[in-house]
């Protein structure tokens, strides 16, 4: 306000900075093992994998309040019981532990996390980083496994048959959550405490942000048998049959909210939330068989074998996908306020103090607390019967909702099999063979309101997104496998295999969400993480330097081991995508982009490091709109209307091929044997070890940096503005040489 204040101070307020970060990380692992014979029939084994790790490093922005610890631990326990009964029958009991956990709240209780995070827009092209701590996490997550396997001889088979019980515990706990998030139109707002934007998750019954803890639970059984079978001297037949139950997620406080769909032309008008229980129904005929053989002909004296397979195998969800909905009503509501601003402080003239807008900037009532922050009585809401918020159409605070299929399909595996090994001279072993394998129901993630939109339907006023995961997608592997192996001899061992290959799918990873949700076909295209050709070189070598009465001298002067992989491959593919200026399916549907419509020729096809380093990529010259054409759509109305027109879908996904691979890792360790001491054995050691990773630092780019933005498209298909001139150039890489140096002690 002029007259006000001392004016300018002459200090800028703004300033780019160049800031170091530096990051201490001290990773320690620790093994154990204890065998032990009870009986003349009964062994023992206990087996401990433990590994901390702790980081500090500034989190965010470098500044002194963003100093962060984090302290992670993953650890393992095995105990196997093996039980001889008789010559010919034996069963193994097996325990298995094995969890990862950490808790940013806990390591850090200097941050100030009762102090709201803020985050300024931007002031022309000048970015401002956000004030405040990062959200913290705290995850626990552990699998519990207890599996029995009995084995018995009769003639020419060998049985075995058992089953396995495993119990998932997972921690949804997003803490971050409890914090709410605030936006500033520029430095100004900021300084006078006055946010125009206020969004978080809040408790809908107080209106306290809160996290929604959620102690999720899994559990999957399985069964199986198994006979092989030598059929002749020289032929082996494996059959198997195995049953495979996956559990439904659930959570021990009961309150998974759980979104379930209308019936037909109501899907989305007549959705509703159902609290507590299971979160879906599991299929239950998962039954898997296997069958293999294993052929040595006679007439090429024992240096042959011919083997072969097919299988079906099943798996679960991923948990941490399927917990997602931890942010559903009617526990929980993530809600968001806005103080209407126009260009030029119009908001502001009318309201300045945006009262009534629902925004609630307070801190908690501990600095270091992340909990303690008021509860907003905007956030407060009233559900219908239906568990969703009445809303009105058009419904001012529409929100986001994630679902999942009442009775989804088990992501079943078909794989199969055939290759021939043949025995050289010079101890080398030479092998080529296929592999291949065809994926069903794989989990695809999309907004099935856009889904919805183009069967028709109408869309519900109060649920803007519907955050869908189902599984629905599949993909398949071929590959043709060459193998050349030098067995280990005179302390050394050599492995080359070259492997020509196709991966072929609709989704690659989780989260990832193809523009055409309508058609998951249409996402059908290379595997983000095919590479057509691959090569492998695996050496070992292990020299003996002294032998016999000199065992001793072997013990200082030996222990060498010298190891090395060197990895090439033709590189991942990449997809380019125009941006829109309107959204499709509806105005805020998310959906912003497209794949071009068609391809033209003249493109270069180029792969090397170099043509994706440059300033302009040499293949498309500073313009891809030449060699891409632009897709036409139809734009989104605004929420809740909705337009059945379908973009056409556009060329395959990941049609360009990124640059290669090209690593040597290497290893080096020392061992010093120890003398003879009671309590350690015979065979205790010290052993130093040094891992050099991307050995000779060569430059691998990140196909995932590549800019696959072409340019903004009209409906029409015109352009809309400049081409992007950086189309094709890639923006970081792998890591750098890395060396490791570790020590260790065995006894």
């Given amino acids: 306000t002029p007259g006000v204040g001392g004016g300018l101070n002459g200090v800028p307020d703004i300033a780019f900075f160049n800031t170091v970060n530096p990051t201490t990380t ?187 803890r959620q102690d999720n639970r899994e559990n999957l059984w399985g069964v199986f048998v198994q006979d092989d079978f030598k059929l002749r001297q020289n032929l082996t037949i494996n059959m198997g049959l195995r049953y495979s139950y996956f559990g439904a997620l659930y959570s021990t406080e009961n309150n998974l909210d759980v979104l379930q769909f209308g019936s037909g032309a109501n899907a989305l008008t007549g959705m509703h939330v159902r609290v507590g229980g299971n979160l879906y129904t599991p299929q239950k005929n998962n039954f898997g068989p296997v069958v293999g053989f294993a052929w040595s002909p006679n007439r090429y004296q024992n240096k042959t074998v011919i083997r072969g397979g097919f299988g079906i195998s099943y798996n679960q969800n991923e948990i941490a996908i399927t917990s997602n909905g931890v942010g559903n009503p009617p526990n929980a509501v993530n809600a968001s306020f806005n103080c209407p601003f126009l260009p030029g402080g119009v908001g502001y003239t009318t309201n300045p103090s945006c009262a009534g807008t629902g925004i609630l900037y307070e801190t908690a009532t501990n600095i270091n607390s992340l909990f303690g922050y008021p509860p907003n009585s905007a956030a407060i809401t009233t559900f219908g019967s239906n568990n969703l918020p009445i809303c009105p159409s058009p419904c001012g605070s529409p ?48 907004n099935w309101n856009a889904i919805g939109a183009t069967q028709g339907l109408a869309l519900n006023p109060g649920v803007q997104s519907v955050d869908f995961y189902e599984n629905a997608g599949t993909g398949n592997y071929n590959a043709l496998i060459g193998t050349l192996t030098h067995n280990f001899s005179r302390g050394f061992q050599a492995t080359a295999q070259y492997t ?55 013990k200082v002067a030996g222990g060498w081991s010298l190891s090395g992989i060197w990895n090439v491959h033709s590189g991942f593919p990449w ?31 180029s792969t090397s490091n170099s043509t994706f380093e440059q300033k302009t990529n ?59 001491i009671k309590g350690l054995g015979e065979n205790a050691r010290f052993e130093i070890r040094a891992d050099a990773f991307n050995l000779f630092n060569k430059t691998n780019l990140n196909t995932g940096c590549i800019d696959s933005y072409l340019g903004q498209a009209n409906p029409n298909g015109t352009l809309n503005g400049n081409p992007n001139s950086d189309f094709g150039v890639i923006g970081c890489a792998l890591g750098s040489r890395t060396v490791q140096l570790q020590a260790r002690f065995s006894f």
Avoid: C
């Fill in 26 to 212: 001290s990773q320690n692992q620790y093994n154990g093992r204890v065998d032990a014979d009870l009986t003349q029939k009964d062994r023992v084994n206990f087996t401990i994998y433990w590994v901390p790790v702790t980081t500090t490093d500034y989190n965010g922005p470098t500044r002194s309040e963003n100093l962060w610890h984090h302290q992670q631990t993953n650890d393992a326990f095995s105990l196997i019981w093996n039980h001889t009964f008789t010559p010919t029958l034996l069963n193994q009991a097996r325990v298995n532990a094995a969890g990862w956990r950490w808790n940013e709240v806990a390591t850090n209780p200097q941050e100030p996390f009762g102090l709201p995070q803020a985050n300024i827009a931007n002031i022309g092209s000048v970015s401002i980083n956000f004030f405040g701590a990062p959200g913290p996490t705290n995850f626990d997550q552990w699998t519990y496994s207890f599996n029995d396997v009995l084995t018995k001889i009769v003639g020419r088979h060998s049985i075995k048959a058992g089953g396995e019980v495993t119990r998932l515990y997972f921690l949804q706990n997003p803490t971050y959550n409890a914090r709410p998030s605030f936006n500033f139109q520029n430095l100004w707002d900021f300084a006078n405490d006055a946010p125009v934007f206020e969004g978080g998750q809040f408790n809908s019954k107080n209106g306290e942000p809160f996290a929604n």
């Fill in 399 to 446: 929100i986001g909702v994630t679902g999942f299929p009442s009775n989804p399909k088990t992501t079943a595996i078909y794989h199969y099999s055939l290759d021939i090994q043949e025995q050289l001279p010079f101890k080398l072993v030479f092998m080529l063979g296929y592999q291949g394998n065809e994926s069903r129901h794989l989990l695809v993630q999309n």
């Fill in 500 to 554: 020509w290959s196709k991966a072929m799918d609709e989704n690659s990873g989780p989260y990832y969400e193809d523009p055409y949700p309508f058609n998951t076909s249409a996402a059908y295209g290379r595997s983000s993480y095919n590479a057509t050709n691959a090569f492998k070189l695996y050496g070992l070598w292990q020299p003996v330097f002294f032998h016999g009465s000199h065992s001793w001298i072997e």
């Fill in 575 to 605: 997809s380019p995508f125009y941006g829109l200026s309107n959204q499709v399916y509806y105005a805020s549907s998310g959906y912003g982009s497209l794949r071009p419509a068609a391809t033209l020729p003249g493109a270069g096809m």
């Fill in 618 to 676: 040499p293949n498309y010259g500073g313009n891809g709109t030449t060699f891409f054409v632009a897709p036409t759509y139809v734009a989104g109305p605004g929420f809740p209307a909705a337009t059945t027109a379908a973009p056409t879908p556009g060329i395959q996904r990941d049609t360009l091929n990124g640059p290669g691979y090209n690593d040597v890792d290497a290893s080096l360790s020392k061992a010093f044997g120890l003398p003879r």
